[in-house]
């Protein structure tokens, strides 16, 4: 439940949101830690049940990344205190790469570019 409550983008966590994250086939005994491969490949037998054509429209690809991708790089942002600097470098990518997947995934980080919170005793600019 910790997990669905960190990677769920909803303020609240319906039995829809339960369902996605465990998968609609999966039942309550099976191990909720897949490694990468199983995770994605039970992703795209949930779309073949689910919306079949969605795996013939071109997205799947941008698809799966996303949803690979955007808790690795909020996971990053938080265990080193949303510097996109610091995460980049563990990632093993370049900051403005980054920068370029937080616009294209819509990860929000909780400021605009190039704003920053005022150092120890420096006042707020205006």
């Not at 969605?54 to 205190?81: C, K, Q, S, W």
């Not at 563990?90 to 294209?104: E, F, H, P, V, Y």
């Amino acid at each position: 439940m910790r997990r669905l409550a960190v990677l769920s983008r909803d303020e609240i966590i319906d039995a829809d949101a339960i369902r996605t994250m465990i998968g609609r086939h999966a039942s309550l005994t099976d191990p909720v830690d897949l490694d990468i491969g199983q995770a994605v490949r039970a992703m795209i037998e949930r779309i073949a049940h689910d919306d079949p054509a969605a795996l013939d429209d071109g997205t799947l690809y941008d698809r799966v990344i996303g949803e690979v991708e955007r808790p690795l790089i909020e996971a990053m942002l938080a265990r080193h205190g949303q510097n996109q600097l610091r995460a980049a470098r563990a990632m093993g990518i370049n900051r403005n790469t980054l920068r370029k997947r937080l616009d294209t995934l819509g990860i929000d980080i909780g400021g605009a570019i190039g704003s920053a919170a005022p150092r120890v005793g420096e006042p707020e600019r205006r």
